[in-house]
């Protein structure tokens, strides 16, 4: 999601990497679920976040799409969020005690938080974002340790190259007025990215980074 804002204004001004320690832990929480509720739309999904809620419920993608995902627009590419019900737009997988269902499997989005990414020269480094969590007196804690994420270099790797495929493709929705071109093309990410299920067998990075492939010659066949 682009945000036209400076550092200073959602963040401590200051750049993370993944060993640097930042005050994000929130003491897990202790009652509070307000980052649970309210989202809207903005708790948006890569295909590895798509692919482990699957794996992990049970579930195609497809059925996901109709019940705990939602298909929205976000800067002109069509992409998967997690859904948000009742007046409190309280998260889909929230249960009743204000508590995460599938804390162990969350989306790389609900890991981050409160931290957010920079994007810069096909990289990123992290930041604090400063008017996101409610919790008072956080607890410094290393930023890889927060995220929680195993083969965290591979993963790094994939979020900054997931990030600049889809402004590549929003590139090409930006500059054109050909509303097949803009439709198939959002099919096509939605379809091959999300809804065409991993082999659970294989390693999840070397598939997508095959169909990666495909979708950069694709783009630069148009």
């Not at 993370?16 to 320690?21: K, Q, R």
């Not at 109709?66 to 859904?83: A, C, F, R, T």
């Not at 929230?94 to 938080?113: D, K, T, V």
Request: with cysteine; aromatic share 10%.
């Amino acid at each position: 999601m682009r945000r036209n804002v400076s550092l200073e204004e959602i963040s401590d001004g200051k750049l993370y990497g993944s060993n640097d320690m930042v005050k994000a832990d929130c003491q897990d929480c202790k009652g509070c679920c307000d980052c649970c509720t309210g989202m809207g739309d903005s708790v948006i999904l890569d295909p590895l976040d798509v692919h482990r809620l699957s794996v992990n419920l049970g579930k195609a993608p497809q059925e996901l799409i109709e019940k705990e995902l939602v298909l929205g627009v976000s800067d002109g590419n069509i992409l998967p969020h997690l859904s948000m019900e009742g007046k409190e737009e309280r998260c889909v997988f929230l249960n009743q005690e204000g508590r995460c269902s599938i804390h162990s499997f969350r989306p790389g989005f609900c890991r981050l938080f409160p931290l957010g990414r920079y994007y810069e020269d096909g990289s990123f480094q992290y930041i604090l974002q400063i008017h996101e969590c409610k919790k008072q007196n956080r607890s410094k804690i290393k930023v890889k340790k927060w995220i929680d994420t195993p083969d965290l270099k591979k993963y790094e790797r994939f979020a900054a190259d997931w990030h600049y495929f889809l402004l590549d493709v929003q590139e090409v929705l930006y500059n054109t007025e050909d509303s097949a071109l803009i439709k198939n093309l959002n099919m096509y990410v939605v379809s091959r990215f999300y809804l065409t299920p991993y082999d659970k067998e294989r390693d999840f990075y070397e598939q997508f980074y095959e169909r990666l492939k495909e979708g950069k010659e694709l783009l630069a066949l148009r």
